[in-house]
């Protein structure tokens, strides 16, 4: 079962007191010269001054305007405090108006000392430098490669041990008048030996492929079957491999780039995406409309253990790769959301504020976690079977009118 201790975003208390700037310095050198001339002042009689009556005031009675009383603060956004409708107050004077003068110069200087270590990397506490909301975007523009993509006019399939057409018209659930269309001159029942190639999928001239409905009830037309290429092994039965044509040629490209990153780690497990006509992909109950694609999570390599699909931990899930997984897929600014077990959001997530491997106001735009799954619309959420693979859905895109979004 995850562990369901919550995290906050809260920032820790700090260690000790922040740096002092050079204006602090400032503000509480004026703040005890101008006490020290109050005190002076307090003590020494003005003549000129009428003495207040030892009566108390009457109801009609006004007070007297040097009395601070009447003095309230409010504080704007840029960090500055000013009195309370100053200008229609009656002017002040003397002592009391020296000290009130004098505590609201120290006031501003010490918010703009505040203000100028908040905004200047160089000091303060970097950490604070990180909680401000931020938009993954700003740091994560859409990538070149993943605009200007054509859907594949074509998709073949190897023979690797040797086999018949039909065999291969029985992976990809396809009628065997179409496959000997695709193929003309290739018997059906033939044995073919290893490394024939046969043509599964081409495309038909003004042929829609597009996605219908939402991704857990919806359908597919003109569904094309994933594509073989670098940075990726295809481990899903070849009839639960169709998508749109274009989130065909966007996954391909995504797989390519990972190989161009990463070239020395192994490639991605692919697993299930749709049926040709898309429709209920049991078990799933999504999978409906040539939108979601099933992914493994990068994992660390352990000694004796097979490449395959397999619940990740904080012991084989490779944390560091996973986040450049995640900025990959959303690089490509067509990637809805993605599925992950909350307990490996926890990893992520503590990775992250380890390694500060994204900016701290960050980590809400990309985890669930460590909120209440449902509760945000957070790039990265839970769903219940994702600790062994990930879950990443596309955008409907403006030229699928009948596609629909959660």
């Not at 309230?72 to 309370?84: E, L, R, V």
């Not at 990538?143 to 023979?159: E, F, H, K, M, N």
């Not at 299930?272 to 898309?278: E, I, K, L, P, V």
């Not at 979601?292 to 397999?310: A, C, F, I, K, T």
Request: hydrophobic share 35%; charged share 25%.
């Amino acid at each position: 079962m995850a562990d369901q201790t919550q995290e906050t975003d809260e920032p820790s208390a700090p260690a000790g007191p922040p740096p002092r700037g050079p204006w602090l310095g400032r503000a509480l050198v004026i703040s005890a010269l101008a006490l020290w001339g109050v005190v002076v002042s307090l003590r020494l009689p003005d003549p000129d001054r009428p003495r207040p009556p030892s009566a108390a005031l009457s109801r009609d009675a006004k007070p007297d305007p040097e009395d601070l009383s009447d003095l309230t603060a409010s504080t704007t956004s840029d960090g500055h405090t000013y009195a309370d409708d100053e200008e229609q107050q009656e002017p002040r004077s003397g002592p009391k108006r020296a000290l009130e003068r004098a505590l609201a110069e120290a006031a501003r200087l010490h918010a703009e000392a505040a203000a100028g270590r908040r905004s200047d990397p160089s000091r303060g506490d970097p950490d604070d430098q990180d909680d401000a909301p931020r938009d993954p975007r700003d740091r994560l523009p859409i990538a070149p490669w993943a605009g200007d993509l054509s859907p594949p006019a074509q998709v073949t399939y190897v023979i690797k041990r040797g086999g018949a057409m039909k065999m291969v018209a029985n992976l990809y659930k396809m009628h065997y008048h179409e496959i000997l269309a695709y193929n003309p001159g290739v018997e059906l029942d033939k044995e073919l030996p290893p490394g024939t190639k046969l043509v599964v999928y081409r495309a038909a001239e003004g042929e829609p492929s597009e996605s219908v409905g939402s991704a857990g009830d919806g359908s597919l037309v003109g569904g094309v079957p994933m594509v073989d290429g670098p940075g990726r092994i295809l481990r899903m039965e070849p009839w639960k491999s169709y998508a749109t044509g274009h989130n065909v040629a966007l996954l391909d490209a995504i797989l390519r780039e990972w190989s161009r990153r990463y070239p020395n780690d192994r490639p991605l497990l692919v697993g299930n995406m749709a049926q040709r006509a898309g429709g209920r992909l049991k078990p799933h109950s999504t999978h409906q409309s040539g939108r979601d694609v099933d992914l493994s999570y990068p994992q660390v390599e352990l000694s004796g253990e097979e490449y395959n699909w397999r619940e990740m931990n904080a012991k084989n899930l490779d944390a560091a790769r996973t986040w450049d997984l995640l900025e990959l897929l959303y690089e490509t600014g067509a990637v809805e959301m993605v599925l992950i077990d909350t307990a490996l959001q926890r990893l992520l997530h503590e990775h992250a504020l380890a390694q500060r491997r994204v900016p701290k106001g960050e980590l809400p735009a990309w985890l669930e976690y460590p909120r209440r799954p449902g509760t945000t619309e957070a790039f990265v959420r839970h769903h219940p079977g994702h600790v062994d693979h990930l879950h990443a859905r596309f955008h409907c895109r403006p030229e699928e009118p009948r596609c629909t979004s959660k």
